[in-house]
């Protein structure tokens, strides 16, 4: 039997919806620090903030699909993590481009 591993572990400890959490938090804390580095906010701004609809609203949407698409826990959590990252535009433009892809094809 493979040991467990960190995703295993959170959820093992404090639930799924925490683990969730975690994941979109990441998720956002990558974008946010990446807008921090290209200096275009302060880390302890105003905007900081903001990112915490965000990333809950993100941590439904990816449970959903991950729930609609029977993904295990490690593949839903990556979901999560990677559409928090994203974002509402960056998923949504990601959404349009796939759909633009299907049609014209």
Aim: charged share 20%; hydrophobic share 50%; proline share 3%.
């Amino acid at each position: 039997m493979p040991e467990k591993g960190l995703i295993d572990t959170i959820t093992a400890l404090w639930g799924g919806a925490i683990a969730t959490l975690i994941a979109a938090a990441m998720g956002r804390l990558m974008y946010h620090t990446g807008e921090v580095r290209a200096r275009r906010r302060a880390f302890f701004g105003r905007e900081l903030l903001w990112e915490i609809p965000a990333l809950v609203a993100m941590a439904f949407i990816g449970e959903a699909l991950s729930s609609y698409l029977n993904l295990d826990g490690r593949a839903a959590m990556g979901l999560v993590a990677m559409l928090a990252y994203l974002g509402p535009r960056g998923t949504t433009a990601m959404l349009e481009r796939l759909w633009r892809g299907r049609s014209a094809g």
